[in-house]
Antibody, heavy 112, light 104 residues
């Protein structure tokens, strides 16, 4: 059974940092592109970032470039998202996605 | 960057109706497109992958078609469980704005 479990969400003040993690199991992690997708309260889905199987290519939506960093550890079957300089508009549920399989999401709230 | 444009944004329909949702890509994406269904408070669920392949376990009333820049999701006969929000997505990339399917 494919499982993706996100963690690391929480409340942070504007300008702060958080690191999200996604622990995976049930599939060959190192064979798939991985993505982070977010959904602000009451809004649609927004792709945030993705990373190639070996980590050699990374892509970001314009609104997070220079602030967020996606990474992966194939030995640990894990995906990460380092989020710096957080803004109120980054408030959302963040999902880890692999080959159209989704985790349950972790909530990030940026507020003073 | 490729933009995905989905229409309509809201669709009112009745049980038993046939409905179609359209997704357009700003440039060709071959068949690298997925369709998702999302219900409030839950993660999206994939319905269709590679534009027209039905995900295992998804009812056959759902179908997808298209390639290049024009894609459609069709529900042949709406069931009560189908009232939800639907999204298209270029693989590992941008989503359409979503279509909320409401009961008429």
């Amino acid at each position: 059974e494919v499982r993706l479990v996100e963690s690391g969400g929480g409340w942070v003040q504007p300008g702060g940092s958080l690191k999200l993690s996604c622990a995976t199991s049930g599939f060959t992690f190192s064979s798939y592109w991985m993505s982070w997708v977010r959904q602000a309260p009451g809004k649609g889905l927004e792709w945030v970032a993705n990373i190639k199987e070996d980590g050699s290519e990374k892509y970001y939506v314009d609104s997070v470039k220079g602030r967020f960093t996606i990474s992966r550890d194939n030995a640990k079957n894990s995906l990460y998202l380092q989020m710096n300089s957080l803004r109120a508009e980054d408030t959302a549920v963040y999902y880890c996605v692999a080959n159209a399989k989704w985790g349950q999401g972790t909530m990030v709230t940026v507020s003073s | 960057d490729i933009q995905m444009t989905q229409s309509p944004s809201t669709l009112s329909a009745s049980v038993g109706d046939r409905v179609t949702i359209t997704c357009r890509a700003s440039q060709s994406i071959s068949t690298w497109l997925a369709w998702y269904q999302q219900k409030p408070g839950t993660a999206p669920k994939v319905l269709i992958y590679e534009a027209s392949s039905l995900e295992s376990g998804v009812p056959s009333r759902f179908s997808g078609s298209g390639s290049g820049t024009e894609f459609t999701l069709t529900i042949s006969s709406l069931q009560p469980d189908d009232f939800a929000t639907y999204y298209c997505q270029k693989y590992n990339s941008y989503f359409g704005q979503g279509t909320k399917l409401e009961i008429k």
